[in-house]
């Protein structure tokens, strides 16, 4: 994984050098040409294109830019007597650019717009640096045009002798050297003027190399536009796929579309993405779709239904349905409980490398549960999905370094994968972390920071966290002392069933008077609270609802393993209800 991230982030540097050395080459031209107009040529002062560096604000410039520069090469065209075909030179390939870099900006369209604009981007380009040279080519001299001369020699132009004559075409030069006579370049009696020369007309040429400028023009904007109409078409084909997309996908599903971060499954409007995936599935009837359809049903309230759809995508090999699958198995959701069948379908997702099915197959090897236990095993799954970011796997080898099964016990590098998961927002890991400062257990002891992860986790609903912020505001520690506070959150955990909480509301302090001799005696009561998981004033500094009993530390500080529970096919529910509330990580 981290290599392939690697690679990603090479590439990424790769392309953005790729754009952006061009793109400073660009600007440096658009200078240039700009700075070989005179002051009173320019409509715009040459240092203003750096700013086209500026993100954002470039998109709205480049416009002023192209305008600017296009007015200016007019003028100092004209005040040269150099002939041009635009009068306003490169606007109208500058603006068609300009405008492709706005749908270029639109998802979906961007994919046709941004080649598009690369094309725009060269012809332009090239155009500015052909302007560019043939002012090089033409000095102005006291006020009047001249061709600059190839070398030192004394020369006289044909645009000099003739001057009445004012050539479309590179003029050849008539070199009269000193110390030679010079040549006999009197014209034919039979031409009058020059208007009789026998030469293209030069309104003609102008008219034919207009015409074929206008042709290109109209090429271009026509691809353009066929092809915005086609990504169009497309976008409206893509609009009922894409609100099942946006309603029902997993944000752990690899194989959602790009561009769709997914919705957490307690997040999920039930109503909306079930109607939303039905439509999606008579338009398009793929897997992906057929498992965001079941996803939406388990959230709705409807295993049977979900069961259906997710076998239909399960037999189709997608990774999350297979997941989804063995965990209506485990639970008995619209199918009869099988710890076979929930195996089967866990190792097809998790050889898929699906982060889901990669955990919910560590806690079979758990709990020995359908196969041999194993915590080794489980804790090489565990690592292998939380490397991916799934926060649930993360929690879990949290809990293994904690108790020091299946991996070498390592407080810090519990923390670690604690507060990984708690960034998250995973509520068992935030209570977790809590329970680690609280004992200054891997990390240094701070009250402050336990009350700050309690308190995030405790808005979750989380009753041992809520149990461990009353113990907090009761004694003052790392929270202001307050009693109202303290009574506030062991209501909470109690109305959860906690018995602990239940007491301490029974003996809660109610004379603030005693909050100063509390504060005097915390230490020594918090570290009986982590000896035994609660005193008479006690929380759980450790001791989780997900199991049966407390892990002690060679400290004696408790600590939670939900992966060691009494009763697995319960700790599996537990699990389920706690992660998910309807389907064991499925949704998640």
């Not at 002051?39 to 086209?52: A, I």
């Not at 706005?102 to 941004?114: E, W």
């Not at 906690?498 to 509301?505: E, G, H, K, R, Y």
């Amino acid at each position: 994984m981290d290599f392939l991230m690697s690679i990603i982030r090479i590439a990424a540097w790769a392309l953005f050098l790729a754009l952006f050395v061009p793109y400073c080459f660009f600007l440096l031209t658009l200078y240039r040409a700009l700075s070989k107009c005179s002051k009173s040529s320019r409509t715009m002062e040459p240092g203003l294109v750096w700013l086209m560096f500026v993100p954002l604000v470039n998109f709205i410039l480049q416009f002023f830019v192209v305008a600017g520069l296009a007015r200016s090469l007019g003028n100092e065209f004209r005040s040269r007597g150099i002939s041009s075909l635009e009068p306003e030179p490169g606007k109208s390939i500058g603006i068609a650019l300009g405008i492709c870099s706005l749908f270029a900006l639109v998802p979906i369209l961007n994919f046709v717009a941004f080649p598009v604009c690369v094309v725009l981007f060269f012809i332009y380009w090239s155009k500015i640096a052909g302007f560019s040279k043939g002012l090089d080519r033409v000095a102005v001299r006291g006020g009047a045009a001249h061709f600059k001369q190839p070398d030192s020699t004394a020369a006289i132009s044909a645009a000099t002798l003739v001057p009445s004559i004012d050539p479309p075409f590179p003029v050849s030069v008539v070199a009269l050297e000193v110390g030679r006579p010079a040549p006999d370049i009197s014209l034919p009696l039979s031409v009058a003027s020059s208007d009789q020369l026998s030469m293209p007309s030069a309104s003609a040429a102008s008219s034919r190399k207009r015409s074929g400028t206008r042709k290109a023009l109209l090429f271009v904007t026509a691809g353009f536009v066929a092809v915005t109409a086609l990504a169009v078409v497309y976008w409206v084909s893509q609009s009922k796929t894409r609100a099942c997309d946006t309603l029902a996908a997993s944000p752990y599903d690899q194989n959602r579309p790009w561009g769709i971060k997914g919705v957490p499954f307690a997040k999920l409007d039930a109503n909306r993405a079930v109607a939303a995936c039905q439509v999606a599935v008579e338009s398009k009837p793929i897997p992906r779709l057929y498992a965001e359809l079941g996803r939406a049903m388990t959230a709705a309230g409807n295993p049977d239904g979900a069961v259906t759809n997710l076998r239909i995508a399960a037999d189709r090999g997608y990774a999350l349905a297979q997941n989804d699958l063995g965990a209506a198995y485990a639970s008995g959701r619209g199918v009869t409980q099988s710890n076979d069948e929930a195996e089967k379908w866990f190792k097809l997702s998790a050889a898929q490398g699906n982060a889901v099915g990669q955990t919910n197959l560590g806690d079979l090897y758990s709990d020995g549960i359908g196969v041999a236990k194993s915590l080794e095993q489980a804790a090489t799954l565990y690592r292998s999905a939380a490397e991916k970011g799934f926060d649930g796997a993360e929690d879990r080898l949290g809990d293994l370094y904690v108790t020091g099964v299946g991996v070498p016990r390592s407080f810090p590098d519990a923390a670690k994968w604690y507060r990984l998961a708690a960034d998250k927002g995973n509520q068992w890991a935030e209570y977790s972390l809590g329970a680690l400062y609280q004992n200054g257990t891997g990390v240094p002891r701070s009250y402050a920071d336990a009350a700050k992860w309690y308190r995030l986790s405790a808005d979750q609903g989380n009753a041992d966290a809520q149990l461990n912020l009353g113990v907090l505001y009761e004694h003052g520690a790392g929270v202001p002392a307050s009693s109202a506070e303290a009574v506030k959150y062991y209501k909470l955990a109690a109305a959860q069933g906690s018995q602990q909480a239940a007491l301490n509301l029974k003996n809660v302090r109610q004379d603030s008077n005693n909050v100063a001799i509390a504060a005097a005696v915390i230490i020594g009561a918090l570290a009986l609270d982590a000896l035994l998981g609660g005193d008479s004033h006690g929380g759980s500094s450790g001791g989780s609802s997900r199991q049966a009993s407390c892990n002690y530390d060679d400290e004696g500080n408790c600590h939670h393993s939900y992966n060691e529970a009494e009763d697995a096919n319960k700790d599996i529910q537990q699990r389920s209800d706690d992660l998910n509330s309807g389907t064991m990580n499925s949704p998640e």
